[in-house]
């Protein structure tokens, strides 16, 4: 009966969608109905109002819808949608202060002689605005009031005039900042803790491990992350715009002719361009380029292009006047002071101790103030001319309030769809088809889709991502990336606006488009540029480094990079180590040379472990080789191995899932009471024997080669894994070996500061007062401690600690031990004198060789060569399913 009431939520949602009812009650009004529908079924029918629920009741479903709008709202950790009204606001400010309007007229100028040229300069202008505005509908009717008029009087196609205007507007979907992709990132972000969650239990289920390794987990994402991996995508679908109007210009001249500028290019032309062209230049470069460097979060970088907004409108909507530039000129000279004060002071205020850091403090202080000066002063000029600002205000409160009144509204649906099974139908669904995760995936897409033909990109990506992406996010067979899949649906959910009937881009269009421009010529207009998308969206689906790259080399470059220990790195980088041992003769030289070391002037047991790190060195370069080689076996095999692999854990699925339905059916034998319960106890028997004869026949499909398959392919991995973790252990160990003895040498002069204060206890210990010999025995074991290699002389102090404060204090005993501190100091200055002469240069030479190579993995931080590495090898997606 679940399915019945599923059926009923996606029938009353469809039908209020449809009947053009809100969004923002649609959504919940269907969850809360069929939820109360189900209950009230089941109380008349069955006698319990969790009869008709897959699992759980009614209160626990509305419970979980109410739980999810308080999770949207009110907690702290999701704070990417703060990002949200920043950016509506940055965008409704620059189109309404006319800024769109001079870069189309402007670029159109300079691109206009050009085959296709006022086409380009449309797509130009689009991508602009989509990394200033991101407003489709502001773009599209910009464009369409002052662009189509001037492209139809120079008789390029309506149906290519169109379709640009309408695609390029549409451009703000997928090029940062989005609204979409900010939607997008917090979804994922709960998908992916679904996502892991399903990971685990496959892997469990798969190996019979209790726990999964970390290096086999799903990653998550965030805005910035979406930012990031959007760029790339959304340039290439911009230039594939650029170059399929291009083509058809020069394959069709009179579709799209070139139009000559009737002005002349001349210095005050190129003064226009660069007032037109560098502002909304400077203001991408700001937002999107303190994502980029990590100087900014996405919320903070939100807050700069809404400033930034305020500041170019100051100016635009006062243009003519003398002092129209003034805020702006103030904005700019603040900023350059606040970036010399951040880069010639310490501006930490708390740890202000010199003049010079007070003169930092001080500008950094002026230099705020000029800023708040600005932007009040051009916001007292936004308020003023028209009450542009109260409008855009307006503007931002209403779609900000739309979009999470549509969220909010998405988490009840998505909660009352669970309750009646609906997620795991959709996972059993996908599961079953042939072809794994890319017929998953081709299905999911192609849904995608199908729904932007009939709903906005708000509604697919509240409702369908949180129910379809982690189901993709846990195939260990594709092992995407939530960044990835992120993209992929916003390209998907983008060709929302340019399809037919309901695409809003052609709606906005058709509003402002002259009568002469039929609506048929606006649909054939749009179909090449949906094909297009399509390209895109295919190119990116085979290229994952197009997306994951910029992601992954930010982070590997920021200050807050993963350790070279991160599990997730360590497969790349020994791919690196071993290039660099190919190519580069520097490690082998380093090993050859410490090898040849005199180590006799180190004790015995420094000396040992010593040599042994020098010897592991190479052990571990040949491990490293091993373990290569054996991944080649592994790979070889692999082939052959891996259908064989997914046909018997499919069968074992089943029959896990057969196993369950017994153990459930005979839990209803053992808890029935009554006559009815014995009536159709024969019933229970039957269906218990047919699932035992199920599973008796699926265990015989499992081929009788597959034990000894399963052991061979495990003997070949298994040598893979020991080789690399004997590499990892000897890298590890050459390393710290040699940085051990070093760290003692660094430390020797810190060792002879401390002699006086040993040799001046001796009176203390012999004549004083115990109590107060023993602190102060206890205070120099303590400076000793922080000494590399004093253990010996710290061991022996604290056993004259130990003498001094025992109640029978034997100050003989406490002497004696004293004696031995003094003999193993004295030694301790002998060696240490010895290999600073004879090992210090050869250390040194060691560590500086192996440094980028095995010692890698025991840095603070990536070198930029191994960051520039790691981001390309992990922007692939690895195959994971041969360890499931």
Not at 27 to 35: C, Q, R
Not at 393 to 421: C, D, Q, Y
Not at 563 to 576: A, D, S, T
Request: net charge negative; proline share 4%.
């Amino acid at each position: 009966m679940e399915l019945l009431f599923l059926a009923l939520l996606v029938l009353i949602m469809a039908t209020a969608l449809g009947s053009g009812y809100p969004v923002a009650f649609a959504l919940p009004g269907a969850a809360i109905i069929s939820i109360g529908l189900a209950a009230g079924s089941g109380y008349i029918f069955a006698g319990s109002t969790d009869a008709f629920f897959h699992s759980g009741g009614p209160s626990q479903w509305l419970s979980a819808g109410v739980t999810n709008l308080r999770g949207v709202y009110w907690e702290v950790e999701r704070d990417t949608l703060i990002a949200i009204p920043l950016f509506i606001f940055m965008g409704i400010m620059l189109q309404r202060s006319k800024i769109a309007e001079d870069l189309l007229v402007t670029m159109a100028q300079l691109f206009g002689p050009v085959p296709g040229g006022l086409g380009i300069s449309v797509v130009f202008v689009g991508a602009l605005l989509a990394a200033t505005t991101g407003i489709v509908g502001a773009t599209v009717v910009a464009m369409g009031l002052i662009s189509l008029p001037a492209m139809l009087r120079n008789n390029y196609s309506p149906s290519l005039a169109t379709g640009t205007i309408a695609a390029s507007g549409t451009l703000g979907q997928i090029i940062p900042p989005s609204i979409v992709l900010i939607i997008l990132a917090d979804q994922l972000a709960s998908a992916t803790d679904q996502a892991s969650t399903m990971r685990k239990a496959l892997y469990k289920e798969a190996t019979g491990e209790l726990s999964m390794p970390s290096v086999f987990d799903v990653a998550s994402t965030s805005a910035g992350e979406m930012f990031l991996g959007a760029f790339v995508p959304g340039i290439l679908l911009v230039l594939l715009y650029m170059a399929y109007i291009l083509v058809f210009a020069l394959i069709r001249p009179s579709a799209a002719p070139a139009v000559k500028y009737e002005g002349k290019f001349d210095l005050s032309f190129w003064r226009k361009v660069l007032l037109t062209l560098v502002p909304p230049l400077a203001l991408i470069f700001l937002v999107l380029g303190s994502i980029i460097t990590g100087i900014a979060t996405v919320n903070q970088a939100g807050a700069i292009g809404a400033a930034g907004a305020l500041v170019m409108a100051g100016y635009r909507l006062t243009e003519g006047s003398r002092t129209s530039y003034y805020p702006a000129i103030l904005a700019l000279v603040s900023m350059a002071l606040i970036g010399y004060a951040l880069s010639n002071f310490d501006m930490n205020i708390k740890a202000m101790s010199t003049s010079r850091d007070a003169l930092g403090i001080q500008i950094g202080l002026v230099a705020t103030l000029m800023l708040v000066i600005s932007l009040v002063w051009s916001g007292i000029r936004v308020l003023r001319i028209e009450h542009t600002l109260q409008g855009v205000m307006l503007e931002t409160a209403k779609t900000t309030s739309l979009v999470f009144i549509i969220l909010l509204g998405a988490a009840m649906l998505t909660a009352a769809f669970r309750a009646f099974g609906g997620e795991e139908l959709v996972r059993d669904f996908l599961n079953s088809l042939p072809g794994g995760f890319w017929s998953q995936f081709i299905i999911v897409m192609a849904v995608i889709f199908v729904l932007g033909f009939f709903l906005d990109f708000i509604e697919i990506a509240v409702v369908v991502v949180p129910i379809v992406s982690p189901i993709l996010l846990a195939d260990p067979g594709a092992n995407i990336t939530a960044v990835w899949l992120g993209v992929m649906i916003g390209l998907n959910i983008q060709t929302s606006f340019l399809t037919p009937p309901f695409g809003f881009a052609l709606f906005y269009l058709r509003g402002v488009a002259p009568a002469v421009v039929k609506t048929v010529q606006m649909y054939k207009g749009v179909i090449a540029f949906i094909s297009l998308q399509l390209l895109a969206l295919a190119i990116v689906g085979v290229t994952p480094q197009l997306v994951n790259y910029l992601p992954n080399r930010v982070s590997f470059l920021s200050e807050t990079a993963p350790p070279p220990r991160n599990p997730k790195l360590q497969y790349c980088l020994e791919k690196f180590t071993g290039v660099e041992l190919e190519g580069n003769g520097a490690t082998l030289s380093a090993i050859k040379a410490a090898q040849g070391l005199d180590l006799g002037a180190l004790p015995k047991s420094i000396a040992k472990d010593l040599a042994d790190g020098f010897a592991g060195a190479e052990t571990a370069i040949n491990a490293l080789q091993t373990a290569f080689a054996a991944e080649a076996e592994v790979d070889a095999a692999a082939p052959d191995y891996r259908p064989q692999l997914a046909s018997v854990r499919n069968i074992q699925k089943q029959i896990r899932e057969a196993e369950s339905a017994v153990k459930d059916i005979s839990r209803q034998l053992g808890r029935g009471r009554g006559d009815d319960h014995e009536a159709g106890r024969p019933e229970l028997e039957a269906r218990i024997a047919e699932y035992e004869a199920e599973i008796e026949r699926l265990k015989a499909e499992i081929p009788a080669s597959w034990a000894d398959a399963y052991k061979t392919f495990a003997v070949l991995t298994k040598a893979e894994d020991k080789a690399r973790l004997t590499y990892r252990r000897q890298a590890d160990n050459s390393w710290e070996s040699a940085e051990t003895v070093l760290a003692m040498l660094d430390a020797t002069p810190a060792m002879g500061a401390l002699g006086d204060k040993l040799r001046g206890l001796r009176a203390d210990v012999e004549t004083g007062d115990p109590a107060i010999s023993e602190g102060l025995v206890n205070d120099l074991t303590r400076e000793f401690r922080e000494v590399a290699g004093s253990d010996d002389v710290e061991s022996a102090l604290s056993k004259v600690r130990r003498e001094l404060k025992s109640s029978s204090t034997d100050i003989d005993k406490a002497l004696a031990e004293y004696d031995k501190a003094i003999a193993a100091y004295d030694a301790q200055m002998v060696w240490r004198a010895a290999a600073e002469t004879d090992l210090r240069a050869g250390l040194v030479a060691f560590l500086d060789g192996i440094r980028d190579t095995l010692g890698a993995r025991s840095q603070r931080d990536l070198s930029r060569k191994q960051a520039l590495y790691l981001a390309a090898c992990t922007a692939g997606h690895q195959d994971l399913s041969l360890h499931f």
